[in-house]
């Protein structure tokens, strides 16, 4: 499975008690290489679970990968902002999308469907996301 990890599913993934825990280590298990992601992802995922050390070894352990740099996208960032403004996205939102753009065979993995199904890559395309069902 190629897929770009959002912090929902991250933080679904560590956190046992998370609603949709059972359904991230499913998603986990069908890993065969790592998710990709961003340092947005890693912060917002760090905050929410109040610990560092995790996001580190999920590193370690080649579950995610960072394959963004902020700095070399920043003309795409801002115009992103702009389109979406009306939602308020966050930063790790639009490092995703832009993800997506780069990596346009990986889907998005994210409890956040209603706002990744607004968001579009190159303007116009869908997003492809794998999220829990019902949700």
């Known amino acids: 499975m190629k897929g770009i990890a959002d912090t929902g599913f991250l933080v679904a993934f560590i956190s046992e008690n998370d609603a949709y825990h059972d359904w991230a280590a499913g998603v986990a298990a069908q890993l065969d290489e790592p998710l990709l992601t961003c340092e947005a992802v890693l912060a917002e995922t760090a905050f929410h679970l109040r610990n560092c050390a995790v996001v580190f070894q999920m590193l370690k352990e080649g579950i995610i990968t960072l394959r963004f740099d902020c700095n070399d996208h920043l003309l795409q960032l801002e115009v992103l902002a702009k389109r979406y403004s009306d939602r308020q996205p966050d930063l790790a939102d639009l490092c995703l999308i832009r993800m997506s753009e780069l990596f346009p065979r990986h889907s998005i993995v994210t409890v956040d ?12 395309e869908s997003i492809p996301l794998i999220c829990p069902p019902g949700k």
């Open 113 to 124: 469907r209603e706002d990744f199904r607004v968001y579009r890559r190159n303007k116009r």
